[in-house]
């Protein structure tokens, strides 16, 4: 964008509209399709722009803006190697400025080029079973090797799991719901670095904002609206994740959602999903047949889907007997303890210390209330 100086006085009408009280993304839009330009509406009468919806402490801003909203973002710019991406700059996300209220700017730690290529978000609960957390990284990871980058909210659980998988193969973006120098939850700090390294932060909100609750929503509406389809791996009936399936709805864009046992509280919301019909997904490849059409050669010929196994492990054929014989006890649906003694026939004791031992086998998975799965299910 030429010199530091030349960017600085390409972006600052910019944040000057991006901070005025009172704009907000929609009334900012119908500004910029009047006058064209931040500079137009700067120029523009106060009588005009009162017409257009523009309150006082707005029309005030915009005569003699404060610095406090620009200032600290233009020392961000400075400080690090980040970005400032405007709603008329060509790496703006094409599906994003289609909504009917685009962020204008998005501060972006990372390869800002990533915005405009073709997304999946991948979301979940932040409390997912082992088998929840699997399948969110082998689908993002397969996915993100066939040619989509994989946007998530850098959430613990599900997000996290698909990041992480995403970076096994491809490239991946998490949406903040704070300004780009901060990270929340501050457990997942190691990880934002690493995907600042390879992949992108991005936030609409200027450096120095913290965590609010009132700001997750708005991030949620940027993970699906950057993204062609959003998919669901394990959710409550009162996830936030089920947020982001509804804006991906309303915003015209393709759900997905992977089933699971009707015992377990966290498949709940993606059968709610699936019942309001979202699309149920059992591979990657389901996804990818879906998106073929929309995409194009923007995707890889899908390959084998690598999806986690809810079938025995192998070299089950190797076990004790009596390991043998719990494991086939155990199912697809989680049982707890007594149900399992009842089953095998085998003593508590017995049990118990058999569960422990193929827990740390990977063979099952505890599931909330102490009961137990076969791993992947």
């Not at 780009?180 to 450096?207: C, K, M, T, W």
């Not at 059992?282 to 986690?308: C, F, H, K, Q, T």
């Not at 494991?327 to 989680?334: K, N, S, T």
Request: hydrophobic share 40%.
């Amino acid at each position: 964008m030429g010199s530091g100086q030349d960017r600085e006085r390409t972006l600052v009408p910019w944040l000057i509209l991006a901070g005025a009280p009172g704009i907000g993304p929609r009334t900012a839009g119908r500004l910029l399709q009047r006058y064209g330009s931040p500079e137009g509406i700067l120029a523009a009468s106060a009588g005009d722009l009162r017409e257009l919806g523009v309150k006082p402490p707005a029309l005030d801003f915009l005569r003699q803006p404060h610095p406090a909203p620009i200032d600290p973002a233009l020392r961000w710019l400075e400080s690090t190697e980040g970005h400032i991406v405007t709603l008329q700059d060509p790496r703006y996300p094409p599906l994003l400025a289609e909504l009917s209220d685009p962020p204008l700017l998005l501060f972006v730690l990372g390869d800002a080029g990533l915005l405009a290529e073709p997304q999946l978000a991948v979301v979940g609960s932040r409390n997912p079973t082992a088998g929840g957390r699997q399948n969110a990284q082998e689908f993002a990871r397969h996915l993100s090797g066939c040619g989509l980058v994989i946007t998530s909210g850098l959430a613990i659980g599900v997000d996290a799991a698909a990041h992480e998988g995403a970076m096994a193969e491809g490239r991946t973006i998490a949406v903040l719901g704070t300004g780009p120098d901060r990270v929340y939850p501050p457990s997942q700090r190691e990880l934002a670095h690493r995907i600042a390294a390879s992949g992108a932060l991005v936030s609409e909100f200027p450096p120095g904002v913290g965590a609010r609750a009132e700001h997750f929503p708005r991030r949620n509406r940027i993970i699906s609206g950057m993204s062609v389809g959003t998919l669901v791996v394990e959710a409550t009936l009162q996830s936030g994740s089920l947020i982001t399936a509804r804006l991906a709805g309303e915003q015209g864009r393709e759900v997905f959602a992977i089933p699971g046992s009707i015992h377990n509280p966290l498949a709940r919301g993606c059968h709610a999903l699936i019942r309001q019909g979202a699309k149920l997904v059992e591979s990657a490849n389901d996804i990818l047949e879906e998106l073929a059409p929309l995409l194009g050669a923007n995707l890889a010929p899908p390959g084998r889907a690598v999806v986690p196994s809810a079938e025995a492990a192998p070299g089950d054929d190797f076990l004790d007997p009596d390991y043998r014989k719990l494991l086939e006890c155990i199912g697809h649906d989680p049982l707890g303890p007594d149900e399992l003694i009842a089953r095998s026939g085998l003593a508590p004791a017995q049990v118990s210390a058999m569960l422990l031992l193929l827990e740390l086998q990977g063979r099952i998975t505890a599931c909330p209330g102490g009961r137990y799965c076969r791993a992947g299910c």
